[in-house]
């Protein structure tokens, strides 16, 4: 949903308000349209692409030789454009060391494998050697004469019923679902050796990506392994759908025999982040801050698109800013900006945890994850902004750029601009890095930039033939951008900012009661109409606090010499969005018609008027409402720790929940975000349920007692 007519209007006025300019040394800080026009001189889709196929070389396992080579050569490449204080940090992977709640598995290391038929044919299957991706994460060595072994078809090894009726012990299971549960149930419980499984995530008929289009699509698997199954022989092996379909009808006439044969270890070892500085206007030693741009570096080969393509974009930002500062066409921001290489989550979490007075430095952030991606992809590109526990400016900033670059089209005639590119601007979601930055422990505001769908992810055929040096440009002049506009962090990028949130504020609370008004014009129920207005009621109240705090926090980003100007404005646009809310109010319950009469007799019904009696139901409700929790531990909740603590029964629960509601988890994460040791469990479902429709207490109170149970929190 690209930014409406209305901000654009908004901006043209930005522009003048910028323009009469801030002088820092020699060259001024940019910021807007001039900003977007000086960097297409600077950075390169060209280049971009060239890194990410240098990357997409690499088979980037997590604490593999070939992860390495591939921070090596980021190091390089960093230090050989002068990006300043380079360097590779080292975490320790030995499936039981743990940042946060999150556990890196082991570190591993593919050598060679090979799979081939020998009964009722002989022939090869597949080759690590050709096709990294056939041999699954986690997989450890045969003898090197390799193992024959019998195949045994476990269809998606979903249900129980399959192991009664057939034995997997020291046999190879063929499964259609996903490696994870087959190795957890065939391996893990019955002995079996190992896993073949043509499964494929995320399958989108949409987009043509289901195992039928795409029958000869190799997929990313992994096992779910930890410290003890070092020393353990366990293998599996990625098959295209084409090949599980020759050994299914195969085994349909009689027994099946494959040889399999593996070097690969899974040791304790080393992680690797990546990182380095173009150092500020402000220099070292002060604690200005700083601005990211992070990407993650882990992930098979070739994932062109996931991510050799954010790295090689991050690699070609760096170079085009220090080279652009080096040579004075960019003025030298006043905070610094980072870049940032890291297995994905893991490596973030790692870096957080021992450098924990960083994340308070870091004014704004950009991860760029799947950041390439060609026409043929069927993909589009995605703002996913801070979720509402975090609200920032930089939300409003990046659909600025995005719109601004979108805008770029042909002109025709007069000032007619066309649009050339398709992107959205979608609500938070988690899956990557950005999730990590914006937990409430380390309140890093970051956006993520990326493409979703995608028709060849996590598999063989996301190639380099896939990045688009034009998307890769796209991308990297919204993310330089965004990163120089809070680098400069002086008064003219914080008015430019204001601007933004401020037309963003007013566009969202016209929406939202557009939206209401639009549903009490249509409903026939008086009663029910009232719910509508007393809902947006409640959603404006968070909304407007919301976006208040966003204009606080970019006062907080001006030295204190420019303050005074910032802090005014910020005090008169704070007191006009508050305005814009009663009137938006006001609107609505002119569209609810007999609002106040009916609220007085005490019609309420519907979801609204449900909720107000959940929350007072029984005592133990009312309890439960005003009780607080504190929480004991820092980052976002890695699903699978609570898992581990509250048992297998309990997960099944979560992912039904999670089927029936897909922003279930979404609401959790909030959920734990919002837990600040001061607000009540009530007024947390309140919060969350302003974001996402339909969160109750009941799936807080479940929720909070696992955590306490998992030791995760504590009441207050
Ligand atoms: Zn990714």
């Known amino acids: 949903m690209p930014v409406g007519g209305r901000l654009r209007a908004a901006l043209a006025r930005s522009a003048e308000l910028v323009s009469p300019g801030h002088e820092t040394g020699s060259k001024r800080a940019m910021v807007g349209s001039e900003l977007v026009r000086s960097l297409r001189r600077e950075l390169s889709g060209k280049r971009a692409l060239v890194y990410a196929s240098e990357i997409a070389r690499f088979h980037r396992a997590k604490g593999s030789s070939d992860y390495l ?64 991706m056939c041999l699954i994460f986690g997989s450890t060595s045969t003898p090197p004469e390799g193992v024959v072994l019998d195949v045994v078809d476990i269809g998606d090894g ?49 987009i043509g990506r289901t195992r039928y289009d795409l029958p000869d699509a190799v997929n990313y698997a992994s096992f779910p392994v930890t410290h003890e199954d070092i020393g353990r022989m366990a293998l599996g092996f990625s098959l295209s759908h084409r090949q599980a379909e020759e050994l299914r009808s195969l085994l349909k006439s009689g027994p099946v025999r494959v040889k399999a044969s593996v070097e690969a270890r899974l040791f304790p070892g080393e992680m690797h982040v990546v990182t380095g500085l173009i150092p500020g206007e402000a220099g070292e ?38 080279q652009g500062i080096a040579e004075g066409r960019l003025a030298r921001p006043r905070l610094g900006v980072r870049f940032m290489f890291v297995p994905e989550m893991f490596g973030t979490m790692a ?65 007619q601009v066309t649009r050339d590119w398709h992107y959205n601007v979608t609500g938070f979601t988690a899956g990557s890095d950005h999730y990590i930055l914006v937990d409430s422990s380390f309140k890093v505001p970051c956006v993520y930039l990326g493409h979703w769908p995608d028709r060849y992810y996590h598999s063989n055929m996301d190639t380099v033939e896939r990045l688009d040096p034009e998307e890769l440009l796209r991308i990297g002049l919204v993310a330089s951008s965004i990163a120089l506009t809070f680098a400069a962090a002086d008064a003219a990028a914080a008015q430019f900012a204001l601007n933004l949130v401020d037309a963003g504020a007013r566009d969202r609370i016209a929406s939202a009661a557009r ?60 007191s006009g969005i508050r305005a814009t809310a009663r009137a938006a109010r006001a609107k609505v319950e002119l569209f609810a018609g007999a609002f106040r009469e009916a609220s007085e007799e005490g019609k309420l019904t519907g979801w609204q008027s449900g909720r107000r ?34 048992g297998e029964k309990r997960r099944k629960q979560y992912e039904e929940r999670q089927r029936e509601d897909p922003d279930f988890q979404l609401k959790l994460i909030e959920a734990v975000n919002y837990m600040d040791g001061k607000r009540t469990l009530g007024r947390i479902a309140a919060l969350v349920s302003a974001e996402f429709a339909g969160f109750t207490l009941d799936d807080l109170k479940g929720f909070v007692d696992d ?3 998992a030791g995760l929190v504590r009441r207050k």
């Open 69 to 132: 080579r591939a921070a090596q050569y980021i190091r390089e490449k960093l230090m050989s454009w002068g990006i300043d204080r380079v360097t590779i940090e080292r975490y320790p992977i030995d499936g039981k060391k743990t940042y946060g709640t999150w556990t890196p598995p082991p570190a591993w290391e593919p050598v060679r494998a090979t799979l081939s038929l020998v009964y009722p044919e002989e022939r090869p299957i597949c080759d690590f050697e050709t096709e990294p």
């Open 515 to 574: 939206a209401s008004c639009e549903a009490a014009a249509m409903c026939r129920e008086p009663a029910r109409r009232v719910d509508i207005a007393k809902a947006l009621e409640q959603r404006l109240e968070v909304m407007v606090d919301r976006e208040l705090a966003a204009v606080d926090g970019v006062v907080k980003l001006v030295p204190a010499g420019d303050a005074s100007r910032v802090r005014e404005m910020a005090r008169t646009l704070k």
């Open 613 to 646: 009696e959940q929350l007072a139901r029984t005592d133990d409700d009312e309890a439960a409402s005003g009780a607080v929790y504190v929480r004991l531990f820092k980052g976002p909740l890695d699903p699978a720790y609570l898992y581990d603590r509250v």
């Open 158 to 206: 979903e249900s129980e019923d399959v192991y009664v009726t057939r034995s997997v012990a020291r046999k190879l299971v063929l499964t259609s679902g996903a490696a994870r549960s087959a190795f957890l149930n065939a391996v893990r419980r019955r002995g079996a050796v190992g896993v073949l499984s043509d499964h494929m995530v995320h399958e989108d008929s949409s």
């Open 285 to 322: 030693g002060t604690d200005d801050g700083e601005v990211l741009i992070i990407a993650h570096l882990c992930h098979p080969k070739p994932g062109a698109n996931d991510n050799a393509s954010g790295c090689g974009l991050a690699m070609e930002i760096a170079r085009a800013l220090s």
């Open 707 to 709: 955590l306490e149970r």
């Open 351 to 415: 870096y957080l945890d021992r450098h924990p007075g960083w994340a308070r430095k870091v004014k704004a952030g950009v991860n760029l994850d799947m950041v390439g991606e060609s026409r043929d992809t069927m993909s589009c590109a995605n703002l996913v902004p801070t979720p509402w526990s975090l609200p920032s400016a930089v939300n409003d900033v990046a659909a600025f750029y995005m719109e601004m670059v979108a805008l770029r089209g042909k002109m025709y005639e007069g000032s």
